[in-house]
């Protein structure tokens, strides 16, 4: 999902409204997913593989079956057949599972959502410490970030603002972005996460004379 220029205007216009009445400066980053999850793949992948064995394991008949029909079936199935079969079906588990995991879909589905969260949030601290951290003069940089695919989102608040603004207090920006995205409408989303930021930060970082705009204001996609 991309979001349209009318999104990009709307949440722009958002961050230069909500800097008019604060010296607290916001940025706005979506990004269409924190991470590609190829590890979570190859941990499923590895995971059906070892499944495979432990059911061939547990119902050898398959391999009885085979050797009796294909080889001779007078005789007991040698233990190298029973190896044989595990590798081979070892093999087309493990093709079969990568190509179906190579689908972003499925692997976002099987990515428990735990692990989502700390790639969101690795990825938005990374933002961050690029495009906020302390980069205005008194330290009141605040991120605020989106990741599409995850349905998640991070608000990162700089130094000066940290030590003066419970994280707790981000809660209803943060519900509101989740709702519109959730709806579909990552643009009124984000649009209204930054008006209820930037009311915490005029309450506690008014905006004092000589305040100039010290980062952009434009909403940044990935």
Do not use: C
Request: glycine share 4%.
């Amino acid at each position: 999902m991309r979001l349209s220029e009318a999104d990009h205007s709307r949440v722009t216009s958002a961050v230069t409204r909500a800097e008019l009445s604060t010296d607290g400066e916001i940025v706005t980053v979506v990004a269409g997913r924190s991470d590609a999850y190829h590890d979570v793949a190859l941990h499923w992948t590895v995971l059906a593989m070892l499944l495979v064995l432990a059911l061939l394991a547990w119902v050898p008949s398959p391999v009885e079956w085979l050797h009796s029909h294909l080889i001779d079936a007078w005789s007991d199935t040698p233990p190298r057949w029973y190896l044989t079969f595990a590798l081979l079906l070892m093999a087309v588990t493990f093709l079969a599972a990568r190509l179906l995991l190579a689908l972003d879909g499925v692997r976002m589905l099987l990515t428990p959502r735990a692990t989502k969260a700390r790639r969101v949030h690795r990825a938005a601290m990374k933002l961050f410490r690029t495009a906020a951290e302390k980069r205005t003069k008194a330290s009141t940089g605040v991120l605020l970030y989106l990741s599409l695919a995850e349905h998640q989102a991070e608000i990162i608040a700089d130094e000066a603002i940290h030590g003066r603004v419970e994280p707790e207090i981000w809660g209803a920006a943060m519900a509101a972005l989740i709702a519109d995205v959730k709806d579909g409408r990552p643009g009124d989303g984000m649009a209204a996460a930054v008006e209820q930021i930037g009311a915490i930060l005029a309450q506690h970082f008014p905006r004092s004379e000589g305040d100039t705009n010290e980062l952009p204001d434009r909403l940044i996609e990935l």
